[in-house]
Nanobody, 120 residues
Framework: QVQLVESGGGLVQPGGSLRLSCAAS????????MAWYQQAPGKQRELVAH???????NYADSVKGRFTISRDNAKNTVYLQMNSLKPEDTAVYYC??????????????WGRGTQVTVSS
């Protein structure tokens, strides 16, 4: 019913930048909170950044001052601008959204992830 598709991952050197995008599509009535999570090899998936429908944000301590989450409600898209990247930021990044579908059901939806590798 709802698809989330991430893009923008890749290989970048330490200190570099990447911008991730996640577009939602399908039988969407409205989207509430959206978020980005990261999952490094052998570790649990962790919240990186969160944004409400009104634009309030919060971040994991490890990315404060380096990452910025934003959204375009008209495009049903959330972004993650990642600056000053470090090797420890290497992970698969997943998009999550709380979506009310046309039928009235609230769903928690995940994308398939995009790989970010920070290495020289």
């Amino acid at each position: 019913q709802v698809q989330l598709v991430e893009s923008g991952g890749g290989l970048v050197q330490p200190g570099g930048s990447l911008r991730l995008s996640c577009a939602a599509s399908g039988s969407i009535f409205s989207i509430y909170a959206m978020a980005w999570y990261q999952q490094a090899p052998g570790k649990q998936r962790e919240l990186v950044a969160h944004i409400t429908s009104g634009g309030s944000t919060n971040y994991a301590d490890s990315v404060k001052g380096r990452f910025t989450i934003s959204r375009d409600n008209a495009k049903n898209t959330v972004y993650l601008q990642m600056n000053s990247l470090k090797p420890e930021d290497t992970a698969v990044y997943y998009c999550h959204a709380d979506v009310t579908v046309v039928a009235g059901t609230l769903l928690g939806c995940w994308g398939r992830g995009t790989q970010v590798t920070v290495s020289s």
